[in-house]
């Protein structure tokens, strides 16, 4: 069966620090693969999604990035937190096209 | 641009009653609908996807209708529990294939 695990779960980390988040895909094959970012009394907001190894589109321009150096891995970064990255951030995988996603357990980022 | 609206935006009701949440979107060219629960602090957990031909979709004491070309879906929840407590999400695949988000309405089942 398929499954989606991302870490960590939660995160505090000071401005200007750097950020890792890994979000990895079990059980399937070349997935779309998405980040999301839910911010506090605010719905879902797109940031980025990946339909291919190295293949990334960006949503909404900030101060994040993201990279799929594997068919089953897909990793949010940013080089310098700032405040207003804080946020629940979630992965999401679609298998096949227009057949629903599913999403991860979410990594809870407080930028202090 | 694709819209998706649910209200209301919380419910309280006493455990027993049925559940009856609205989600509307502006754009009728979608692929797809799903609806999500969400419990505090946590991750999406997809309930039930209808696709753009599919009039309604079940599972268990859930049900979802799908009235696409009045831009309509309704999820009903029978015989509520206090487990049934969280923040219900809609969900529309957009005709660019991307997935676009209600608001949520927060739910509260009392016993």
Do not use: M
Request: hydrophobic share 35%; with cysteine; charged share 15%.
């Amino acid at each position: 069966s398929q499954t989606i695990h991302q870490w960590p779960a939660t995160l505090v980390q000071p401005v200007g620090s750097p950020l890792s988040l890994e979000c990895t895909v079990e059980g399937t094959s070349n997935p779309n693969l998405y980040w999301y970012r839910q911010a506090a009394g605010r719905g879902l907001q797109l940031l980025f999604y990946s339909v291919g190894i190295g293949q990334i589109s960006s949503e909404v321009p900030q101060n994040l990035s993201a990279s799929r150096p594997q068919d089953r891995q897909f990793i949010l970064s940013s080089k310098k937190l700032l405040l207003s990255d804080s946020g629940f951030y979630l992965c999401a995988w679609e298998g096949q096209t227009n057949y629903g996603y599913t999403f991860g357990s979410g990594t809870r980022l407080t930028v202090v | 641009k694709q819209e998706v609206t649910q209200i209301p935006a919380a419910l309280s009701v006493p455990e027993g009653e049925n559940l009856v949440l609205n989600c509307s979107f502006t754009d009728s060219a979608i692929y797809n609908l799903q609806w999500f629960r969400q419990d505090p602090g946590k991750g999406l957990t997809s309930l039930l996807l209808i696709q753009s031909s599919q009039r309604e979709q079940t599972s268990g004491r859930l049900n979802a209708s799908l009235d696409k070309s009045s831009g309509r879906s309704t999820l009903y929840i029978a015989a509520s529990q206090p487990g049934d407590s969280a923040t219900y999400l809609c969900a529309v695949t957009d005709s660019w294939g991307k997935l676009q988000f209600g608001a949520g309405t927060q739910v509260v089942v009392t016993p």
